[in-house]
Structures are given as C-alpha cells and as structure tokens.
Nanobody, 128 residues
Framework: QVQLVESGGGLVQPGGSLRLSCTASGGFILAYYAIGWFRQAPGKEREGVSA????????YYADSVKGRFTISGDKFKNTVYLQMNSLKPEDTAVYYCATESYVDGSSWFKPEHYLGSWGQGIQVTVSS
C-alpha cells in the first residue's frame, strides 16, 4: 500500500515562499506514477493545483498558480516538491498530494481521478 506524507507547510507573509514535499513509501516508484497536488480552502471544493506524470514527465498547472508554483520530482527520494513563490492570501488552504497511475490534460485536476493514495494534508496559511 502506497503511503504519501506531505511536509513543509506553515504560515508565511504575502509575497513569501514555501516548498511542500510529498514523500511516498510502500513500493512506490515515481517513474511509474503521477502525483497531483490539490488544495482545499474552508467552504470550498478541493481543486487541482499541479501534477507531474512520472512516466512521460508532463507537468500541469492551474491557471491561478502558473508562473508562481513549480512542481518537480526526485526519483531517488520518491519525493515530489511544490515550490510556491509570490504567495497570496487566496493560496491559503490545506494542501494534499495524491497518486494515480496516469494523468493527462483532461484528468490531472480532478480529485475523483486519483484512485490511489492521498496524503493527510498540510496547512498553508498566507497572512500578514
């Protein structure tokens, strides 16, 4: 059973940066899976932020984070990172990572597409 653990969240001022990590264990091999990052703010639906496909290296971003967030993977550490720069108060949410065997442009942002494992979530708060 693949397990995902997020880390790196916290409180940051607007304009600041954070780097989230999603580390996988339990037989997970990044080259064979996709990892998606999602977030959920209070009272809102869970939304896709970014995803990386281990098999073909394709990367996807939500329009709201393009140019500010960068996703990357370290196959040796079985870890996917989400570098978040120029953070805004509207980025405040609980962030989750999830795994699925395959994603594409029409599926990466859909929580229901990820039938594999989900992490427990980590809080990111952007506030002065």
């Amino acid at each position: 059973q693949v397990q995902l653990v997020e880390s790196g969240g916290g409180l940051v001022q607007p304009g600041g940066s954070l780097r989230l990590s999603c580390t996988a264990s339990g037989g997970f091999i990044l080259a064979y899976y996709a990892i998606g990052w999602f977030r959920q703010a209070p009272g809102k639906e869970r939304e896709g932020v970014s995803a990386i496909s281990g098999s073909d290296g394709k990367i996807y971003y939500a329009d709201s984070v393009k140019g500010r967030f960068t996703i990357s993977g370290d196959k040796f550490k079985n870890t996917v990172y989400l570098q978040m720069n120029s953070l805004k108060p509207e980025d405040t949410a609980v962030y989750y990572c999830a795994t699925e065997s395959y994603v594409d442009g029409s599926s990466w942002f859909k929580p229901e597409h990820y039938l594999g494992s989900w992490g427990q979530g980590i809080q990111v708060t952007v506030s002065s």
